[in-house]
């Protein structure tokens, strides 16, 4: 088993800067992929981004694509998603994703929600305009 536990989130304005973490426990944090997903008031839950146990890959969502970052310290157990010119559209309670094995998949498994074994509490990120 894993546990996931995300950190970072709060109420900033269009254009800050936040850091949100996921730190794990449980299992060997190397040996899965982590991703991060958002859900918004009235909305499905959505791909944010991941990176790959293994070669470290990451995929993003196009919609924060060079404004987001994801990175893992596997030293630390813990995932990283950077996010950069925040909008008040990324507003939602987002959540970190493991998927356990040693096994890679293509881009369109991590993509998917059903993909993923473990997931957080969750963390609110709020953008005001």
């Known amino acids: 088993q894993v546990q996931l536990v995300e950190s970072g989130g709060g109420l900033v304005q269009a254009g800050d800067s936040l850091r949100l973490s996921c730190a794990a426990s449980g299992r060997a944090f190397s040996n899965y992929a982590t991703g991060w997903f958002r859900q918004a008031p009235g909305k499905e839950r959505e791909f944010v981004a991941t990176i790959k146990r293994s070669s470290g890959s990451t995929y993003y969502h196009d919609s924060v694509k060079g404004r987001f970052t994801i990175s893992r310290d596997n030293a630390k157990n813990t995932v990283y998603l950077q996010m950069n010119s925040l909008k008040p559209e990324d507003t939602a309670v987002y959540y970190c994703?493991?998927?356990?094995?040693?096994?890679?998949?293509?881009?369109?498994?991590?993509?998917?929600?059903?993909?993923?074994?473990?997931w957080g509490q969750g963390t609110q990120v709020t953008v005001s305009s």
């Open positions: 994703a493991a998927k356990l094995g040693v096994a890679s998949y293509s881009e369109a498994f991590y993509i998917r929600d059903r993909s993923y074994d473990a």
